[in-house]
């Protein structure tokens, strides 16, 4: 398994490291990966859970250096296109809110999420990184994807390997670190939330 960060994150309970240890930067190194790679990233995250067994996930990828690649970039904000261009590949993951037309999937975007966890933890025991972005286009985006009004844009992915913090902006660089998170009290409630 990657171990590219010292554990500086502590779990308050016995949970398997690679929970921990996992953690999105965005400084990307000029290794490059391949497109057999990509598709162990997606087989996993094909392996998800989901509602019914529907799974309603769908994934769009571009390998740097492939034109896909580029068109992805280009449905980034700024914000985002300014580090995830050195990604060695990009994933937009896309759910189906109805297979029949008249039935809701309720949980397409939570299942869609389960996927993704799949696809990261995949990543993660490669050796790779992925760093999950809700920072889209997304009115552009389903016309130039060819999504229509059945599937919904989540979110995209930049996969590759960890590169050197300096690569990055300045005040990226404060911030490449592996993020605390809020206390399971702030977020778990028995019964009712409280």
């Known amino acids: 398994m990657a171990d590219t960060q010292p554990a500086t994150r502590q779990a308050n309970h016995d949970i398997l490291p690679m929970f921990t240890q996992r953690w999105s930067p965005r400084a990307f190194s000029d290794e490059a990966v391949t497109e057999e790679q990509i598709l162990t990233l997606l087989e996993a995250a094909r392996w998800a859970p989901s509602a019914s067994n529907l799974q309603p996930w769908r994934f769009i990828y571009g390998i740097k250096g492939e034109p896909e690649f580029d068109t992805l970039l280009s449905l980034l904000i700024p914000f985002n296109e300014g580090w995830a261009k050195r ?11 109805s297979f029949d037309g008249e039935r809701p999937v309720a949980s397409h ?20 990184v992925a760093h999950g972005m809700g920072g889209l286009e997304f009115e552009k985006a389903p016309l130039i994807l060819g999504l ?7 979110a995209g992915i930049a996969i590759g390997y960890q590169g050197d913090p300096a690569t990055l902006s300045e005040s990226l660089q404060t911030r490449e670190a592996p993020s605390t998170r809020q206390p399971l009290s702030a977020m778990a409630f028995k ?3 409280g």
């Not at 229509?148 to 989540?154: A, D, F, G, H």
């Open 148 to 154: 229509n009004e059945n599937l919904k844009l989540e």
């Open 87 to 97: 990604a060695a590949a990009l994933i937009f993951v896309v759910s189906v809110k």
């Open 191 to 193: 019964g009712k939330l």
């Open 109 to 128: 975007s939570f299942d869609a999420g389960s996927a993704f966890m799949s696809l990261a933890l995949q990543a993660y025991s490669m050796g790779l």
